[in-house]
């Protein structure tokens, strides 16, 4: 790990080391990340593929973002899919199972008497009911954010609906120039924890053609709503 300190404040923060990175500042306009560069709460770093950026004794790697929060920098994770349920698939076969002819288990052309056995779970007895059919428990439909966004004098004006659920932690802002989709974390350029700050005035913005897009995150760090892609025309 790199050595660095930070600027003792807890508004600003210092790149003590910076390769194949960018940051991108409060209003929107995108950097190189240099050594010694002070960047400002709520600011996003995003490295390169064989990049990196140091922040005292924290390190993000490549291919990465993150934002500055309380002094620190806080990573913005891609949003994972739920994995197999724990369990799941078989486990390990205890030694000398039967047929193999281990050492302690039956052996080939001799039969061993049985230990009389419980029937596995689930299974129906003489004297039991057939199990009653459990509906499926119905997934949460995903909450939709309603955006909006305008070219303004010197700036694009950015406004979306709250995130009315649980477990709230940030909204991402993604904004990415062209005809392809913005994408969470790649392409993030300001992070907000505040639930009720929902408007953006974007003033590093290009002239060029802009596709923009706003997730909102739970606490895990998980996408748990976002907007369409809204598209602004060229200044």
Do not use: C
Not at 174 to 195: C, E, H, K, M, Q
């Amino acid at each position: 790990m790199l050595a660095g300190r930070f600027t003792p404040s807890p508004s600003q923060v210092r790149l003590a080391d910076a390769v194949d990175a960018q940051f991108v500042g409060p209003g929107g306009k995108v950097e190189t990340a240099r050594a010694g560069a002070a960047l400002p709460e709520g600011t996003v770093i995003r490295t390169g593929p064989s990049g990196r950026a140091t922040v005292g004794d924290e390190t993000l790697g490549p291919d990465s973002a993150a934002v500055v929060s309380g002094g620190h920098l806080r990573p913005l994770q891609a949003s994972a899919r739920p994995g197999p349920s724990a369990g799941v698939g078989p486990g390990p076969q205890a030694a000398g199972s039967a047929g193999q002819g281990r050492r302690g288990g039956p052996k080939p052309g001799r039969a061993s008497a049985a230990a009389p056995q419980s029937p596995p779970a689930g299974a129906l007895t003489p004297t039991s009911k057939p199990a009653q059919p459990v509906e499926p428990q119905a997934r949460p439909a995903p909450v939709t954010l309603r955006l909006t966004a305008a070219r303004r004098p010197g700036a694009v004006a950015l406004e979306w609906s709250r995130y009315p659920g649980p477990a709230f932690s940030g909204y991402a802002v993604l904004r990415v120039s062209g005809t392809s989709g913005p994408r969470y974390p790649r392409n993030a350029i300001r992070f907000t924890g505040d639930v009720a700050d929902t408007t953006f005035s974007d003033r590093g913005a290009p002239s060029s053609p802009l596709r923009y897009r706003v997730v909102a995150l739970d606490d895990q760090g998980q996408v748990v709503a976002a907007s369409a892609v809204v598209t602004v025309s060229p200044a």
